[in-house]
């Protein structure tokens, strides 16, 4: 396997960046919903909320996307296969740095940056790996 492709790093990372964007929306809409409503709800379940939102809200996106070069039914059935290991990997690492931060599931000014950040770089090797080996990945 070669990590040396630039090609490779630069169109993984796009695929990353449009995964991040479609999971913290979700991500964070979950979180902050929470984080703002009379909800009562333990963290984990928040986290469990946001990782499963973010996920949902990332295939959405990629299906609109992917919708503009391919017939709806089959750029849903793409993204639905997509790596979703690449997306459970960036709400992970999302959530642990939110938690990790906060002691909780909070979203603040000083937690958005790291969380994206962790988000970005855990799934951006693996999504390399995707394209070079099956040229697929997150997106």
Known sequence: MNWNCKNTWN???INTL???LGCSIGDFGTILFFQYSEYDLAVQYIMILAIINGIITSIILETI??????PLN???KTAI???IISMIGMEFAMNLVDYLMTGGAMITFYTIIPMLLAGFFTPLPYNYYRLKKF????H
Request: aromatic content about 14%; some cysteine.
């Open 11 to 13: 169109r993984a990372s």
């Open 18 to 20: 449009w995964c991040l």
């Open 65 to 70: 996307i992917l919708s503009f070069t391919q």
């Open 74 to 76: 089959i750029a849903f």
């Open 81 to 83: 296969g997509m790596s």
């Open 135 to 138: 040229n697929q990945s997150c």
